[in-house]
């Protein structure tokens, strides 16, 4: 089915999954189990995408932002941030008790090379108060051009470099994310 170009499942080989297309919007939802068989669906490659951070990395980055709590703190540490974004994290709190859904958006501070392996992701709360996280950057996949023909060919130029502050602008949001109700002991700061 995955080879039927109008069927919804499509095989992406880079990630080695099986995607169920939403035609409407461009989505897709991933799969997970055959939905004919009930078999289980490949190995993602997803997370082969981006570097992970060794305990070593997140203990020094853990320690050196430690005692960051505001805006003036982080640039007072590391200097201006590499990226900037107007929306970066946007919260949605679903309807309570009466109370209406809820939408809030926060500014964000990107700081790429603080370290080799991981983007420094800092979200700017209420009153300059900051939220500092680690991400693994994007492996980068080493392109090569093979040239057929004659040795006077020239290689193809090489792509652009893509300007993530544009990225923020065409989909209006850097992180998004839902909270849900938790029922349940939890310590919210060991998560």
Known sequence: MAEDPKGPIEFDPQLNEYHITRKSDGGYSLVYFCPFCGGKAPKSQRSSLFHRLTDVERQRLSESTKD?????DVIAAFGEPDVKWSVGVTV???EKE???ETTQSYPAM???????IADVHVTIYPTDRVGISFQGKPMLVKQTHEVHGSPSTKPPEPEP????GNWSRRTGSRYSYRE???SGSANPAGH
């Open 180 to 182: 849900v109700p938790f």
């Open 92 to 94: 949605i709190t679903p």
């Open 161 to 164: 470099q893509i300007d993530t």
């Open 98 to 100: 009466g109370a209406p």
């Open 68 to 72: 960051l709590r505001t805006v003036q």
């Open 110 to 116: 990107t700081y790429t090379k603080l370290s080799d």
